[in-house]
């Protein structure tokens, strides 16, 4: 199995499927398997065309695809958030992240630690 292929099928399949549940043009710019200094792991996807109001609406089967697709990274995120550009309504990117025991604690509880995050998944901790 090559990773770097399937990254290349993921990121189609994540447009693909994205544009079908939406109806709008949706681009994912960027895949990327993601490492932080502070021990969280995850993937970032860099989207464009995609609005705050279609992660609110389709909040549960946007998490159904990702995890979908992204199965076979094996990454089974503690959460899942989408990011908005600064000052407008269009979604930057979405990231689904294993969490650090530090990170943890700052997305464990009932307030966002961003105000730009819009949270559409979260494991029961
Ligand atoms: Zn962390």
Same mark, same amino acid.
């Given at each position: 199995?090559?990773?770097?292929?399937?990254?290349?099928?993921?990121?189609?399949?994540?447009?693909?499927?994205?544009?079908?549940?939406?109806?709008?043009?949706?681009?994912?710019?960027?895949?990327?398997?993601?490492?932080?200094?502070?021990?969280?792991?995850?993937?970032?996807?860099?989207?464009?065309?995609?609005?705050?109001?279609? *992660?609110?609406?389709?909040?549960?089967?946007? *998490?159904?695809?990702?995890?979908?697709?992204?199965?076979? *990274?094996?990454?089974?995120?503690?959460?899942?958030?989408?990011?908005?550009?600064?000052?407008?309504?269009?979604?930057?990117?979405?990231?689904?992240?294993?969490?650090?025991?530090?990170?943890?604690?700052?997305?464990?509880?009932? *307030?966002?630690?961003?105000?730009?995050?819009?949270?559409?998944?979260?494991?029961?901790?």
């Amino acid at each position: 199995m090559n990773t770097l292929n399937n990254l290349l099928d993921h990121r189609g399949s994540i447009e693909k499927r994205l544009m079908k549940l939406t109806g709008r043009v949706i681009w994912v710019v960027q895949l990327n398997l993601s490492s932080f200094s502070c021990g969280c792991t995850g993937i970032t996807i860099f989207f464009a065309g995609l609005e705050k109001e279609d *992660v609110e609406v389709f909040a549960s089967r946007i *998490v159904e695809i990702l995890n979908e697709v992204t199965a076979s *990274v094996r990454l089974d995120p503690d959460i899942i958030y989408a990011s908005l550009v600064p000052g407008s309504s269009e979604v930057g990117s979405i990231s689904l992240k294993r969490l650090c025991d530090e990170c943890r604690k700052d997305y464990g509880g009932d *307030v966002r630690p961003w105000s730009n995050i819009s949270i559409l998944y979260k494991k029961a901790c």
